[in-house]
């Protein structure tokens, strides 16, 4: 009955070079250092040269040895599935080494990381503000013969390109969120007037970096006055300073007076 003793690692070396998301609005590779929505995540990586005879690529998460790869001997690239689930604040910390048959590994290479985010944004994540509906916040006759802009931010977790809708007597407006945050929704005044709640909503759906997405809402209340002033005003008199002729001028006169008051 022999053996032979083996105490030498293998030459080729295993990388990680890809966490695979498959799940959400945001999918592909996670960059190393990021986070994900999906719960179970697709491993993969290359090899520095082709396996010797019975060699194999195991696959560990810090320490914890979870499992062998699939090899692909065509090209020397590896991949494998993490069954595990992956919670709201799990973090993983993949790395690959190759093992003969004699239980020698290679050294691991850098590991690859990620964290897991399954939590939507919310009011204690995102803030949505809504401006003032017009100048003074009171749509008078005029603002309610046209379009106004209802304008606002978005801070906390959002990205560029959020869907941001303006709802207004029924009728939604959608847009998209700019770079720094701000929106700007065009509603017609015909609907502010019509509006009997006289206010204005606008939800944002936000996304954060892992593709989770969460709808914040916030409201403007508005006043509305289209009522012409009852008082008027008429002009009686034009008053000349200057000159040999001083005082009122009539209506439809002349006057030397460069600088006039009414």
Known sequence: Y???????????????????????????????????????????????????????????????????????????????????????????????????????????????????????????????TVNDVTADNVVNAAEGAGNVAITGTVTGEFRTGDVCSGTVNGVTTSVTVQAIGNFRVNVAGSDLLADATRQVQVSVAARDGAGNVGNITDTQSYSVDTDAPATTEAVTAIVDNEGLITGTVASGGVNDDTQLGL
């Open 2 to 128: 022999t053996a032979t003793v083996d105490t030498q690692a293998p030459a080729t070396t295993a990388a990680v070079s890809a966490i695979t998301d498959n799940v959400g609005v945001i999918t592909g590779t996670v960059a190393s250092g990021g986070v994900t929505d999906d719960t179970q995540l697709g491993v993969s990586g290359t090899l520095s040269a082709a396996l010797a005879q019975g060699e194999s690529v195991r696959i560990y998460d810090g320490n914890t040895f979870l499992g062998t790869a699939t090899v692909n001997t065509a090209n020397n690239t590896w991949s494998f599935a993490d069954t595990r689930t992956l919670n709201h604040g799990d973090s993983v910390s993949y790395t690959a080494r190759v093992a003969d048959t004699a239980g020698n590994q290679s050294a691991a290479g850098t590991p690859y990381t990620a964290t897991g985010d399954t939590q939507a944004p919310n009011a204690q994540t995102t803030t949505v």
